[in-house]
C-alpha cells in the first residue's frame, strides 16, 4: 500500500496526519486500528504517539479522528489539534484564521496565532464519573495503590481523560510500568492520559 502522510509534532507529542478527502486514500484505510499499530510503532513504522486523519465533515470546516498508537480511538488531543490546523492552513485548505473542527469531543475550534495554533479547549471537567473516572465528585489526590506503590490521582478532562500525579522527582518514577498500570486501571473506565509532574 502507497499511503502518503505527514509527520508532525506538537511540544514532542508526534503524530502521522493522513489526508482522507481523496476517496482512493480513504478506500485505502479499511482496518485504521491496525494501521496504526503499524504506522505509530517506533521500531518497524513512522514512529508517532498518534494517528490523525483528516475528512470533509458535514457539520464543520474539517472532521478529525486520532487513533493512539495502540489501535484504539480517543475523543481529542490538544497539540494534534494544533498540528491539524497548521497542516490545513500551511496547505491553503482554508483561508480562515479560526476552524471548526469536528471531534469526537466536539466542535473544537484552533486559531491562527501568526505562526502558531492556538486552542481552546474548552472548561476542565472535575466531576469524576463525567471525565470517566469511577468515582463521585472532584478526584484531587486520590490515593491509588497500583504494583507496590502509592500514588495521589488528580483527575481532569479536557476532551479525553488525565491522571496527573505530582511526584517529588520523575525520574525516580519508572513510567514505563506505572504509566500503562494506570492508564488501563479499572478507576478509570475510558482508560486515561497519565502524567507525572
Known amino acids: 500500500m502507497n499511503l502518503q502522510f505527514t509527520k508532525m509534532h506538537g511540544l514532542g507529542n508526534d503524530f502521522v496526519l493522513i489526508d482522507c478527502r481523496d476517496k482512493a486514500v480513504n478506500?485505502?484505510?479499511t482496518a485504521v486500528s491496525d494501521l496504526s499499530k503499524r504506522l505509530c510503532h517506533r521500531r518497524f513504522g513512522i514512529g508517532a504517539d498518534q494517528v490523525l486523519l483528516l475528512y470533509p465533515s458535514k457539520i464543520a470546516d474539517f472532521k478529525m479522528l486520532i487513533y493512539n498508537a495502540d489501535g484504539s480511538e480517543v475523543e481529542m488531543c490538544g497539540n494534534g489539534i494544533r498540528c491539524f490546523a497548521k497542516y490545513i492552513w500551511d496547505r491553503g485548505l482554508?483561508?480562515?484564521d479560526l476552524l471548526s473542527v469536528e471531534t469526537a469531543a466536539g466542535i473544537i475550534k484552533p486559531e491562527r496565532a501568526g505562526?502558531?495554533?492556538k486552542v481552546d479547549m474548552g472548561e476542565p471537567v472535575l466531576e469524576g464519573r463525567l471525565?470517566?473516572?469511577n468515582?463521585?465528585?472532584m478526584v484531587k489526590d486520590f490515593p491509588l495503590k497500583i504494583a507496590g506503590r502509592e500514588f495521589k490521582i488528580t483527575a481532569i478532562s479536557m476532551g479525553n481523560p488525565h491522571a496527573v500525579i505530582f511526584v517529588e522527582d520523575v525520574d525516580s518514577v519508572d513510567v514505563s510500568v506505572y504509566g500503562p498500570l494506570i492508564e488501563n486501571h479499572v478507576l478509570f473506565?475510558?482508560?486515561t492520559n497519565v502524567e507525572f509532574i
Open 27 to 29: 478506500d485505502q484505510l
Open 189 to 191: 473506565p475510558k482508560r
Open 94 to 96: 482554508s483561508g480562515k
Open 135 to 137: 468515582i463521585d465528585g
Open 115 to 117: 505562526q502558531m495554533v
Open 131 to 133: 471525565i470517566p473516572v
